[in-house]
């Protein structure tokens, strides 16, 4: 449903290719889909409006670079402009104030208030040591109250005593009184769910907001709010007075375009998101991250943090140990699928890179994805030990029981162990490379923020159809036949610039070339 | 812009390193599990449960039969109206602003194009109405009021095939499902249906299969006190296709009329978790080959085109049959039904306009897009 901004762009700009600078007609041609893309992604409709106006006064006669198609050049534009009105200035929670600091957890119904309360102090408590005790003020929805007790206990984090009937306003008293007698850091106040258009019940959040003057108030909404997202951020904004906005729900595959409009009509800073139902689910905000994903970009800061997360950094520091001396043999390169596997296969890969939704599709369609690299698993795990560690010794009558073990063909093991071969040969030369092997796995830690928004931008200026040729032929070939995978070895060679930016071979290391999975450094 | 992904991709092809063909999958799915979500922490649940829950609420209704009279059918387009009427006040002032006295051109339709947008009704449902409000119109000079009905009747065209009340069934029981995303109003809607059915003199039982969430158990359990409904349960941390399993044997043994599960919030996109769900139709199936029954999609009004992707997943995962918009009285306008109709056809039982066990309301085609169009 969603064609990504390039993808339209490069359409209806790249014919403009070889001109100077973008001209009027170009940047309104390239905006009309600026502004689809917008309005796809829930932004709302007046903040769209004077986002493509900053975008248009910038885009015009600007300077087309050599090496990029005008497409690429405004789609750069727009996300810098819109990682910039996202926050650039994300700063976490502030808690600069004499303890206790109240903390004020605000929203409409089911936006997340309550576990994102429980996830805050979480948070607070194994990150800054923080003495935290949580309330909840919600005396109207069935249980409620008991929700973030039962939250408390299993994070190990105190909470007010329920006492049955009384007001929101008193249980605030009670928590700010015990707060100060037992030398709490933080007091987190967990409040009912509640429609901006409901007076009584605003009222009611305003006179609470009153009773424990919170330091932060944070208006927790979901990521996947549509145009309603304006009216309900201005309304808390004016009507409490927030100082931040949680966004949650940041884990389904919404666009997230309520993300810009709630911090273009509150200018207040978007400062954490919620990513699942666990408690360890949030994170700070990441504008480029976001930006993205507004635009349809794919989401490359995940698939590295993913990268980082699911690789077994022992097997991995093994294997780089063994490609030091120059083996890579069969068991080796299962392992390096089974990496693959883990990291959701080929397809949960792709799809969080830019430009590649349509490819996604054809993947799944030319039932590429995740069985191919099960075939090969299950053609390695057919073999003998010593088999795995001498593939050269695999002559016909092995590789006959081997397919029938496998429940494969002949063909097909002449061909994994022909990518084998390359894959090893690769792992030798890269061996042989001091330096080159000092970066990747001499660690110095993954890579930082900025890095990662850095790559980020890049990427989103990419257009999809510079994808290594493999790829594309890749995507070509549909049906049950053969196709072929990108060339992992060739992709390989477009990574020298992988040992400048350090840490990174954790994304390298397992996508796109055939190696293990390079450590990312554990914390 | 060069720099890394410049590298990576910009790469020239060599030569000497031929493409590596790889062998396609024909059937065989070998076994290979991508767990992104780990299990419930069950350690951590035993724990939870040792929480202390105060009394059930006093102002739980111990008799279930009054609960709440039904309400006149004006009763219910008023309250609609009530919730849709600052929405489609904006809507409604908006389009007078343009049309007064004006004449029906691009600008002016662009305008009113604009005017869907912000109702949630997604771009091709907001070029759709556009172009019929135009058609043989164009150059015109046109009234509000005559914009507003056109607005109005094109809204219900696409409505019209949709509203279908809900009804419960002759099965016994009759096992209705609910489904949908995290804080969509699942729990409270189930208490709301439950109620409708202990009014028509039906024995109800609910089936907490959210065994995840914190306190699911309890909030349901509240509702079960509220509407004379008995609940079923689990400890947290609970497989929750055992748990409707059991449930069904009971209500089968015990007789019951209506079983209405209610299932943990999960996000479409979360193949494991659509992956519980399937897991407990099927075991449904094994008793009973025609349950569920029905199996409720529960929307928020809030939603924005994300909605489109729950309908279609949780659709294909958990064969839908019928939509419940919830939070329609607040200012979200629920545009994104009429693209949902359109697209998926799915029948639209019921809105909730509140949080109280009457504030469920049969859906109204007609009464829903004239509260859009102002009128
Ligand atoms: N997937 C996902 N689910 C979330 C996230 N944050 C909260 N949830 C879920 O959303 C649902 C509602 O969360 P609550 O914390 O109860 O929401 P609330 O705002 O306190 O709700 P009320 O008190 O009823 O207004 C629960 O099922 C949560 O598990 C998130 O970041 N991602
Ligand atoms: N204003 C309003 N609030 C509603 C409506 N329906 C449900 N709610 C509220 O929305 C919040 C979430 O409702 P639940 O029924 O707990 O939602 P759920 O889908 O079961 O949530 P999870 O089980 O956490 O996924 C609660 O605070 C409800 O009171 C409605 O129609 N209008
Ligand atoms: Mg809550
Ligand atoms: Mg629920």
Known sequence: MFETLSDRLSGILDKLTGRGSLSEADVDAALREVRRALIEADAALDVVKSFTDKVRARAVGAEVIRSVTPGQMVVKIVHDALVETLGADEGGLDLRAAAPVPILMVGLQGSGKTTTTAKIAKRLKEREKKRILMASLDVRRPAAQEQLAILGTQIGVDTLEIIAGQNPVTITQRAMDQARRGGYDVVMLDTAGRLHIDAELMAENAAVRDACRPHETLLVADALTGQDAVNLAKSFNEQIGITGIVLTRIDGDGRGGAALSMRAVTGKPIKLMGTGEKLDGLEDFHPGRIASRILGMGDVVSLVEKAAETIDHDKARKIAARMKKGTFDLEDMAEQLQQVVKMGGLGGIMGMMPGVAKMKKQISEANLDNKIVARQIAIISSMTKFEKANPKVMNASRKKRVAAGSGTKVEEINKLLKMHLQMADMMKKLGRNPGLMGKMFGGGGGPSAAEMERMQAELASMDPSKLPPEMRAMMEQSGGKAAALPDLSKLSQGLPGLGASRGLPGLGGNIFKGFPGLPGKKK | ?375
């Open chain 2, 1 to 375: 812009m060069s720099g890394f992904f410049k590298k990576l991709f910009g790469f020239k092809p060599a030569e000497e390193q031929p493409a590596i063909e790889v062998p396609v999958a024909v059937e065989a799915e070998a076994e290979i599990v991508v767990a992104v979500e780990p299990e419930p922490e069950i350690a951590i649940m035993a724990k939870a449960a040792e929480v202390i829950l105060p009394e059930p609420e006093p102002e739980s209704d111990p008799d279930p039969a009054p609960a709440a009279a039904p309400q006149a059918k004006t009763g219910w387009i008023g309250r609609l109206r009530q919730g849709l009427s600052k929405s489609s006040s904006v809507l409604s002032s908006g389009i007078t602003g343009i049309f007064s006295k004006r004449k029906l051109d691009k600008a002016t339709l662009e305008e009113l194009e604009e005017l869907l947008l912000k109702a949630d009704l997604g771009l091709d449902m907001a070029d759709r109405i556009t172009k019929a409000v135009g058609q043989g119109r164009y150059d015109r000079e046109i009234d509000p009021e005559e914009v507003k009905a056109i607005l109005a009747s094109e809204i219900a065209k696409v409505l019209k095939p949709v509203e279908v009340p809900f009804a419960f069934g002759g099965q016994k029981p009759f096992v209705v499902l609910v489904v949908g995303v995290n804080g969509a109003g699942k729990t409270t809607t189930i208490g709301k249906l439950g109620a409708i059915a202990r009014r028509e003199g039906l024995s109800v039982m609910l089936a907490a299969c959210d065994t995840f969430r914190a306190a699911a158990i309890e909030q349901l359990t509240v509702w079960g006190g509220r509407i004379g409904a008995e609940v079923m349960s689990r400890p947290q941390g609970a497989d929750s296709a055992g748990l409707a399993f059991d449930a069904l044997k009971q209500a089968k043994e015990t007789a019951t009329d209506i079983l209405l599960i209610d299932t943990a919030g999960r996000l479409q996109n979360k193949a494991d978790l659509m992956a519980e769900l399937d897991k407990i139709i099927r075991v449904l199936r094994k008793q009973d080959a025609t349950a569920p029954h029905a199996v409720l999609l529960v929307l928020d009004a809030t939603t924005g085109q994300n909605a489109i992707l729950q309908a279609e997943v949780f659709s294909k995962v958990a064969g839908v049959t019928g939509i419940i918009m919830t939070k329609l009285d607040g200012t979200a306008r629920g545009g994104i039904l009429v693209s949902l109709s359109e697209r998926f056809g799915l029948p639209v039982h019921a809105i909730g306009v509140g949080e109280s066990v009457d504030d469920l309301q049969p859906f109204d085609a007609d009464a829903f897009a004239r509260a859009i169009a102002g009128l």
